[in-house]
C-alpha cells in the first residue's frame, strides 16, 4: 500500500511518498520501496507511483530509468506532454512482456470476475431454495436452478460492460481488438480459471463462451475493478509552462499487446491564474482528507446514510400518528402526500455541509498553501503523509504505511531537487555512482 501527496503553489510543487509495499498472498509489509523518481535528469519534472508496484510483470522503477535514459535531454513543451510520451512509451514496449505473464493477469482478472458471478448465483439459489418445501430442496433442484441463474447472472452482469452503460476507454486499437483473437490467445488459461472457480456447476459451453466474452467486454471499459493496476503521476513543469501541474495515469493490463491506460482528470491538476494553489492526496486518502476537510469521506456517508434513516422513521412515524387522529379525514391515497421527500432533504443537508467545509476549512487552507514557501511546502506535504502514518501505526490495521519518507520540491528555476532520499547504499561509500551520474549528463 501507499501514501502520496502533491501540494502545489506557484511557486513550486512538493511531492512526499512513504516506504511501505505490500507482497504476497501473506500481505507481508515491507518499508524499502521507492515510488518517487525524477523523470527527466534535465528537466523540472518527477513521476509518482502507487498502488501496483509493477506494470505486468516490469517493475515500474526499470520503466521509469529506461525511459529517462532514452529520452536524454529532449524537452516536452507542455507537461500534458510527458504524460503522453510516457504513455507511447510503454506501448511501445509491450514486447519484453512475456505471453504467459499477459496471460496471468488477465486470469487474475478472471479469478475475480468468476468468483463474483459464483457467489450471485449461489446467493440466489439459496434465496430460491429457502422458499421451497424441504423435501424439495435436493441436489437436482440444485443443480436446475444453477444451469439457469447462471448464463442469467452472466447476461446481467455483461450489461455493466456494454458499450451503452460503460465509459469505454479512448484506444481505437483495444475497441477494435476482436473477441475471436482474444479467445484464440486467452481461451486455454481461461478454462482452466473457468474450471476451478465455477467447475462445480453445471452450465453449458454458451454459458461460458458468454462469460470469457463478458472478460473480453471489461477490458476495453475504464472499469479497473477487476484488475490489478498501478497509479502514475507525471508531475511538475513543461518547458514552455511556468506554473507547475500534475497528471495522473492508472494502467493496468496488456490485452493482446494493447496496454489498459486511462486519464484521470479528477486527480490531475495544472496551477493557473484561477487556480493558484492544490493538495493532491493519492492512494491511502482517508486520513489526510479527514485533516482536510473536517471529516473522513466514509464517515461522511455514515452520517448522511443515517440522517436519511431518521428522517425516513419520522416520515412514516408523523403519517401513521396523524391518520390515527383523524382516519376518516385521510383516506389512502392522502397518505403518501404527507411523506416527506427524503432523498431532498438528505442532498440538501449534504449540500450545506459541503458549503461549510469549503468556506471555513479548505479554502482557508488553500490560500494558506499559495504563498507558502518551498521548504514549507515540502514540510506539509511530509507531515501529511506522517499523519496518515501515525494513524495507521495506532490503530488495529496493518501498517501498511510506514518506512522513510521521501521529499522532492520541484520548481521553474531549480528543477527536481530532493529534500530527503533514502538509498539502498551509502553515497559516501559509491562516489563512481555519483560521478558517472552528472559526468554523463555534462557529456551531453
Known amino acids: 500500500m501507499t501514501a502520496v501527496i502533491g501540494v502545489l503553489n506557484k511557486t513550486a510543487v512538493a511531492i512526499a511518498a512513504d516506504s511501505a509495499v505490500t507482497i504476497g498472498q501473506n500481505q507481508k509489509i515491507l518499508n524499502t ?8 535528469k534535465y528537466h523540472p519534472v518527477g513521476i509518482v507511483i502507487y498502488n501496483s508496484a509493477a506494470f505486468v510483470s516490469i517493475p515500474w522503477e526499470v520503466i521509469i530509468k529506461e525511459y529517462r535514459r532514452q529520452r536524454g535531454t529532449t524537452p516536452q513543451a507542455k507537461l500534458e506532454g510527458y504524460a503522453n510520451d510516457f504513455v507511447q512509451y510503454v506501448r511501445d514496449s ?46 437436482a433442484r440444485v443443480d436446475e436452478l444453477a444451469a439457469v441463474l447462471l448464463p442469467q447472472t452472466v447476461v446481467a ?45 453445471p452450465a453449458s459451453e454458451a454459458a461460458r463462451t458468454e462469460a470469457f466474452g463478458l472478460l473480453h467486454r471489461y477490458f476495453k471499459t475504464e472499469n479497473f475493478d477487476l ?89 412514516s412515524y408523523l403519517a401513521g400518528y396523524v391518520q390515527s387522529l383523524a382516519p376518516h379525514l385521510l383516506p389512502d391515497k392522502v397518505l403518501p402526500s404527507l411523506q416527506l421527500d427524503v432523498q431532498l432533504l438528505v442532498d440538501s443537508f449534504a449540500q450545506s455541509i459541503t458549503t461549510v467545509q469549503n468556506e471555513q476549512i479548505i479554502q482557508p487552507m488553500l490560500a494558506s498553501v499559495q504563498s507558502l514557501s518551498k521548504d514549507d511546502l515540502a514540510e506539509m506535504a511530509e507531515s501529511l503523509i506522517h499523519l496518515t502514518y501515525l494513524h495507521r501505526r495506532i490503530n488495529s490495521a496493518p501498517e501498511s504505511v510506514g518506512g522513510p519518507i521521501d521529499v522532492a520540491v520541484i520548481s521553474k528555476g531549480d528543477g527536481f531537487i530532493w529534500i530527503k532520499r533514502k538509498f539502498y547504499f551509502r553515497p559516501e561509500l559509491n562516489p563512481g555512482f555519483v560521478q558517472n551520474y552528472f559526468t554523463s549528463r555534462l557529456e551531453k
Open 157 to 201: 452482469k455483461a450489461q455493466q460492460y456494454d458499450g451503452n452503460q460503460a465509459a469505454m476507454l479512448d484506444d481505437a486499437a483495444l475497441q477494435e481488438y476482436p473477441l475471436t483473437d482474444f479467445l484464440t490467445f486467452y481461451e486455454e488459461p481461461l478454462a482452466r480459471t473457468w474450471q476451478q472457480e465455477l467447475g462445480s456447476f
Open 227 to 315: 484488475s490489478v493496476w498501478s497509479g502514475i503521476g507525471i508531475i511538475g513543469y513543461g518547458d514552455e509552462e511556468i506554473y507547475p501541474g500534475c497528471h495522473m495515469l492508472h494502467f493496468a493490463e496488456v490485452i493482446g499487446g494493447r496496454v489498459r491506460v486511462k486519464k484521470q482528470a479528477a486527480e490531475s491538476c495544472q496551477i493557473d491564474d484561477l487556480t493558484t494553489s492544490a493538495i493532491l492526496p493519492f492512494a491511502q486518502r482517508d486520513v489526510i482528507e479527514g485533516f482536510l476537510n473536517g471529516v473522513r469521506p466514509d464517515l461522511a456517508g455514515v452520517f448522511y446514510n443515517t440522517f436519511g434513516q431518521l428522517l425516513a422513521g419520522l416520515s
Open 33 to 40: 520501496a521507492n515510488k518517487l523518481f525524477t523523470l527527466s
Open 94 to 139: 509491450v514486447s519484453l512482456i512475456s505471453a504467459p505473464a499477459q496471460k496471468e493477469v488477465v486470469c487474475a482478472a478472471a479469478t475475480k470476475l468468476f468468483q463474483l458471478l459464483g457467489k450471485e448465483v449461489r446467493e440466489q439459489i439459496l434465496a430460491q431454495l429457502n422458499e421451497l418445501p424441504i423435501e424439495e430442496r435436493t441436489t
